[in-house]
Structure formats: structure tokens, C-alpha cells
């Protein structure tokens, strides 16, 4: 993206005459025809029209050559950022096949008389399939769900849950339901926190939207409130994460109190082994709610059946152009062409390329690169400026000894050049409110309609030239050298992947400072740089605890699935090699991820006097989500930029968070445990203040908020 110029004096010719006249009063007062035909007013006009010539050259120089300084270093603004939201496509009518939603499916918001339509583009297809039901399972969670820190593999690849002492769970026979007469309770006789009933499907719904349809008992399940069911709806995901939450779209069985329909929007699922046979897994698990709010007995189920009603992809904000005509070619060297649309979004080395066809019928297709340097005068590359959507060839270029090199291959005269495909958008105009994208740009067979059911989030509009001056100091600080801490640390952050990195010299450690559990601090020898390197995530890497995110994007609306917390040996060798080439001879580089301190608060809050249990359960709610945004590895801490490395986390400020909740009065008890994924054998509890070593890094674990009222 060009640097913008810059002018030191905007006035013209017309402010400058003007500035003149209103000046004559004052100095010559006697001075009374300001006609353009008075002798003095023609003088007055050539001395503003020279001035206005040597304003020219003026603003030709301080700024201007700021600008020129920063593009020779290699400062460029950045480029906007396209918005991204999952959004989620409704089917007209249950289908008996499989049914395709491609990649690149346009959806839009509406358009207005004062506002133009916002496009987004599906980054990927999906595939909406029909459900097969496979079994109906009924068992108690918490007896019979018994798994090892790591899960068991079966021989399909799929997690493996047996079952515990007393924790057999009931098998329903399929072929039985719908009979006249036949039901069974869907939970245990006497309903308690914990039982499930798990439906066991044959295929993969990932991001699918299914309609169960219940059929029950009128009335049958007694003692709950059917504008607050005491259960959740759970899909299996294996791993750490294990069973995450469904969202829950419409309930219109009441708490299986009616006959009706239940619309679910799944997450991501995997294949899992309970009951000791493998499949896809749901299950309706009763909550603590239960306990003073529950069922008095099971309502009965008296037939089932499942349909698929729509899936979810994600979107960005963005158009996408195919095939763009960019002129013929005159076989020079460095030619020049511009797309139609911009700004451009960052392109797929794969699919966005130049197609160049000869006059002779034969078809070549030119790459992206970043620029010419590394181009042999054989390769078919180009440049693009994302800002401007200029397209650029290598140049050739008179070398010392008088021959010319060129850099990249030159399109052949008269040939035709045509962009094969690029996307343009971005910016923060694409962070549109939930519910706003909701016009098809095109027809889809069997698509009634389609809707984001969270607001988008990630645009950001192209850098400003004052952020490009405020990067050049660090820039000119580091080069292309890594000496200092901070220089490793700015040059690792430069990595695609990487959200932040710490150094840890050997004098970090504070010397007789101890800590809880196993943290420890490192041992630094003298001539090593150890580097924690904390990886980024997306919204598909967190495990969501509540059904109020606000932004599908943002880390802070759920616990973070440890596994994504891993540093993989791709991102670690991209590190490394570019550190390589910077750092010092006879300096060793020591790249590790962060150590994780796992955290879990249970707190007890009071609500306002009067608060009904809706509202406490808002409070609750908006209570965690605090929680889980506050300790959090990138957009916790007091800034809200990431949990600091190495900074002492203390109660008290904790107590200080959950108080400036909205709905809250006073945070009575809060307490702080060390915790560890998958051991639950292994906690701690910490009074007064967790200190951390430098290198590591607050995460939250599982939070509990209790409100009284």
C-alpha cells in the first residue's frame, strides 16, 4: 500500500489572493477599488501566482522526504483487514441427499437508500447431510463416564468411554419407537444432576443445524420451568475439550413437557466409542439446576426423529473478482496494469494468479511475490499493491559491467493478461451486528435463507502514515539484527503465527522468590536466549462456556482448548530459521512455548436485592465471561492486550473484576486454584497472591460463579 504525500502549505492561488485583499484595509486604507481591473489588484494576482509556485516546491520537501525515507527502509502501511463471521445457511425442506454449499457463496446485508450492501464470501463449502440415528442411550454422566488424562483409543481411531462401577447406561430399542403404547423416561425415574440421554449418530454434522422432533407425554415431566429447562445439549469433541455446548436456536417441546421441535446449531464434532460402540455423539445432560429446580419425575419419550435444517461456514469480508481482463501486453520490461477493485485482500499464492495467454494459444500463469529480488529471469512472478490494485512485472536492470539482468519473466507482446481471481473488501465497515447478513447474492437450490448468528469481528481499516512514523524507530532499532531482549522479542512477533514472545535472560530470575505447585524459574546460562513463544488462536481453537459471546472471534468468550496452546514444530522451526539469520555468532537460541499456569475461580457473588433468576443467571453468566476475558493469555491483563508474562496475579484484583460486573453488588468469596487439564488429582489452592515466573503465562481453566440474592 503507497504512502500518502504530504503538503506543508495547502493554500492556492484563489486563498492567496484572498488573503491579500482582505490584508489591503488594514495596511493601506486609502486603498478603496478592489476591482479585478485596478493596476494594484493585477500586481497582487502575479505575486500570488508566483507564490503559489514556490508553495509548490515547498511542500515538495521536509515531509515528502519523511515519506521517501520510510519507503526506502521498507515501511508500507498496512493493508485493511476483512471482518470474518460464521454464518449459517437455512434449507427450505429436510433433503434425503446431501446437499453442497461451494466456497465463495456471497452473502450480503441489506441494502438502503443511504448505506451500499456489505458482501461477504464463505472461506470454505459445506456440506449439509442428512442425519442417520443410529441409538438412544440413557445414563447418569457422572458415574458413567470414566476416562483416563489422555482418553482411551479405540480401534477406529474414535475416544473410548467405558463405564463405571454402578454407571451402566440403558440402551433403548429404536425399533420400538412410534409403537402405540410404547415410551420410556428419557431420564432416571427419579431425575438427578448428571443424567443424559445420549443420541448416537451415524454421520459427521459438524456447524450443522438439526431439528429434533420429540414426541412425549403431555405434561410429563413435572416441577420444571419450561422457559428454563434444567439441561444443556452437548456435542462430543474428543480430546481435552470433550463435550462442548450446542447452541440452542428454539425449544418448542418446553422441557419435553409438548410435542415439538428442538433446533440445534452443533459445533465442531469427532467420532467417540460409548456403550461400547462408535459414532457421533449428542446428549441432553441435566444441570445443577436440577437440584431446586428440576424435574420430579422423567418426562417420556415417545418417538424421535431428526432432520438436517442448514449449516454454518465461516465468512470474511470480502468480494471475489474472476477472470479480470488486465490489458495485452507490449513486451517490456516492468509493465504496469491496474485492477478495477481495491483495496485488494492479501492473495492465495494458488489460486490468485495472472493467467497470460499468447497470440499463438499457449497459456502461462504468473505467481505472486513480495517483490523482485529473489526472481531469476526465467521465473513468471508479479508484484500487486493491495492499496492502489496495481499489478507489476519485473523490470530489467543495467548492471556495473554494462549487460541487463532481468528480474522475472516478461509476458510476450500482445499477449493477453488476465487476472485468474482476487478478493477486495476489508476495513472496519464489515464489523457488522448479528442478524444483518441475510440476503443471498445469488440463488441456492433448496436455500430458503441465511443469517450470521454472531456479529463479525477483525475488520480494521488500512494503517494511518502516523502509525507507519511511530513503527520506524523500533524498525531502525532492530534492522535485521537480533542483539537485545527486546529484539528477539519484536523479531519473533513478525512470524506469521506467533502472538507474542517473551526472552528470559539470567538475570530475569528474582533471587529466594518461590512458587506454588511446579512452577519453577528457568535456569538461563550465560551465551543462550530462551524464548517463549506464545502461537496465536482462532475462534474454532476455544472450548465455549457460555451462549452470550458477543464476538466469535475473541479468545475471551471461552476457556481455550489446551491442545491449541502448543507449540508445533512447524511454527518452531519457522522461528528459529528466521532468528538464524539475525542473531549474533557463538549466541545458542533456546525455543520453548510458555508455561502454562492453569487457573480455576470459584467465586460467590451477590446479586441487587430483587434480581429474578433470569437476571441472576445474566449476572452469572456475564460474570464468567469476565472471568475467562480477564485471565487469558491474549486479551487478558489490566490493558486488555494479553496476560503479561511473569506478572503476579492477586486475589484482590479479582475481587475488583467480578464487583465492576453490571448486576453485581458485592463478591463475597473468591478463591483461586492451580489446576491442570485432565488431572484433576493434581490442584492447589492459592491464598493472598500467585507469583509466576518470567516465562510463564496465566490461562483459565474451568470458572464457577455462584450467585446469591
Request: proline fraction near 8%; hydrophobic fraction near 40%; charged fraction near 20%.
Amino acid at each position: 500500500m503507497p504512502l500518502p504525500t504530504v503538503n506543508l502549505d495547502d493554500r492556492r492561488f484563489d486563498d492567496i489572493l484572498d488573503e491579500a485583499r482582505r490584508l489591503i484595509p488594514q495596511y493601506c486604507p486609502e486603498w478603496t477599488d478592489h476591482n479585478a481591473s485596478d493596476p494594484g489588484i493585477a500586481i497582487i494576482e502575479i505575486f500570488a501566482w508566483m507564490t503559489d509556485l514556490l508553495l509548490y516546491r515547498v511542500n515538495q520537501v521536509p515531509d515528502k522526504l519523511l515519506i521517501a525515507f520510510l519507503d526506502m527502509i521498507g515501511v508500507q502501511l498496512a493493508p485493511p483487514r476483512a471482518a470474518g463471521a460464521p454464518v449459517t445457511f437455512y434449507l427450505s425442506a429436510p433433503q434425503d441427499t446431501p446437499l453442497a454449499i461451494a466456497a465463495g457463496t456471497e452473502v450480503a446485508t441489506l441494502r438502503t437508500e443511504v448505506n451500499e450492501a456489505i458482501v461477504f464470501s464463505t472461506e470454505r463449502g459445506g456440506v449439509v447431510r442428512p442425519p442417520t440415528l443410529l441409538g438412544l442411550f440413557s445414563a447418569n454422566t457422572l458415574a458413567q463416564v470414566r476416562m483416563d488424562s489422555d482418553g482411551l483409543t479405540g480401534a477406529d481411531g474414535g475416544v473410548t468411554a467405558g463405564t463405571g462401577p454402578g454407571g451402566a447406561g440403558t440402551q433403548h430399542d429404536l425399533a420400538q419407537l412410534g409403537l402405540p403404547g410404547h415410551r420410556f423416561p428419557i431420564f432416571q425415574p427419579e431425575p438427578r444432576p448428571g443424567d443424559a440421554l445420549f443420541v448416537q449418530l451415524a454421520g459427521d454434522h459438524s456447524d450443522h443445524v438439526l431439528a429434533l422432533t420429540f414426541g412425549v407425554e403431555l405434561a410429563g415431566g413435572a416441577g420444571v420451568n419450561p422457559n428454563h429447562p434444567p439441561y444443556v445439549w452437548e456435542a462430543w469433541q474428543g480430546g481435552v475439550g470433550r463435550w462442548a455446548t450446542c447452541e440452542v436456536e428454539y425449544d418448542g417441546t418446553q422441557a419435553f413437557n409438548v410435542s415439538g421441535e428442538l433446533i440445534l446449531r452443533l459445533p465442531a464434532m469427532r467420532e467417540g466409542v460409548f456403550f461400547d460402540t462408535s459414532g457421533y455423539w449428542l446428549r441432553c445432560r441435566l444441570t445443577n439446576e436440577q437440584m431446586h429446580a428440576g424435574y420430579k419425575v422423567s418426562p417420556d419419550l415417545e418417538t424421535l426423529q431428526i432432520d438436517a435444517r442448514g449449516v454454518t461456514v465461516p465468512a470474511r469480508h470480502a468480494t471475489i473478482v474472476r477472470s479480470e481482463l488486465l490489458g495485452q501486453s507490449s513486451g517490456v520490461p516492468g509493465q504496469r496494469f491496474r485492477l478495477l477493485h481495491g483495496p485488494v485482500l492479501n492473495l492465495d499464492p494458488e489460486r490468485d494468479v495472472i493467467e497470460v495467454m499468447t497470440p499463438e494459444g499457449d497459456a502461462h500463469l504468473y505467481a505472486p511475490v513480495t517483490d523482485f529480488s529473489a526472481s531469476a529471469p526465467d521465473d513468471r512472478h508479479f508484484t500487486l499493491d493491495t492499496g492502489s490494485g496495481e499489478v507489476s512485472f519485473g523490470p530489467s536492470i543495467l548492471q556495473p559491467d554494462g549487460s541487463v539482468y532481468r528480474f522475472g519473466a516478461v509476458p510476450a507482446q500482445d499477449a493477453t493478461v488476465r487476472m485468474r481471481r482476487y478478493q477486495y473488501g476489508g476495513g472496519a465497515s464489515g464489523n457488522v451486528p448479528a442478524r444483518t447478513l441475510t440476503v443471498l447474492k445469488s440463488s441456492i437450490p433448496y436455500v430458503a435463507r441465511v443469517t450470521n448468528h454472531a456479529p463479525a469481528a477483525g475488520g480494521r481499516n488500512g494503517q494511518l502514515l502516523e502509525d507507519a512514523i511511530q513503527r520506524v524507530p523500533t524498525l531502525l532499532h532492530t534492522r535485521t539484527r537480533a542483539v537485545t531482549a527486546d529484539d528477539y522479542e519484536h523479531l519473533a512477533a513478525q512470524v506469521p503465527g506467533v502472538a507474542r514472545a517473551r526472552s528470559v535472560t539470567p538475570n530475569m530470575a528474582t533471587p529466594g522468590q518461590t512458587y506454588p505447585g511446579q512452577l519453577r524459574a528457568l535456569n538461563v546460562p550465560p551465551g543462550q536466549v530462551t524464548l517463549a513463544v506464545l502461537p496465536s488462536v482462532s475462534f474454532e481453537d476455544q472450548i465455549v462456556r457460555g451462549d452470550d459471546s458477543t464476538d466469535p472471534f475473541a479468545p475471551l468468550t471461552g476457556r481455550i482448548a489446551p491442545e491449541r496452546l502448543t507449540l508445533s514444530a512447524e511454527l518452531r522451526s519457522a522461528v528459529q530459521e528466521d532468528l538464524d539469520l539475525r542473531r549474533p555468532v557463538g549466541t545458542t537460541l533456546d525455543l520453548r512455548a510458555p508455561q502454562y499456569v492453569w487457573v480455576s475461580v470459584t467465586a460467590t457473588i451477590r446479586a441487587y436485592a430483587g434480581a429474578s433468576r433470569p437476571a441472576r443467571e445474566d449476572v452469572r453468566r456475564r460474570a464468567t465471561q469476565a472471568l475467562y476475558g480477564y485471565l487469558n493469555p491474549y486479551t487478558g491483563g489490566p490493558d486488555g492486550r494479553g496476560w503479561p508474562f511473569g506478572r503476579t496475579l492477586s486475589l484482590s484484583e479479582l475481587y475488583g473484576l467480578l464487583r465492576g460486573v453490571s448486576g453485581v453488588e458485592v463478591a463475597e468469596d473468591v478463591q483461586v486454584v492451580l489446576t491442570e487439564p485432565g488431572q484433576p488429582q493434581q490442584r492447589e489452592t492459592i491464598t493472598g497472591s500467585l507469583p509466576l515466573p518470567p516465562q510463564a503465562l496465566i490461562v483459565s481453566d474451568v470458572h464457577h460463579v455462584r450467585v446469591d440474592h
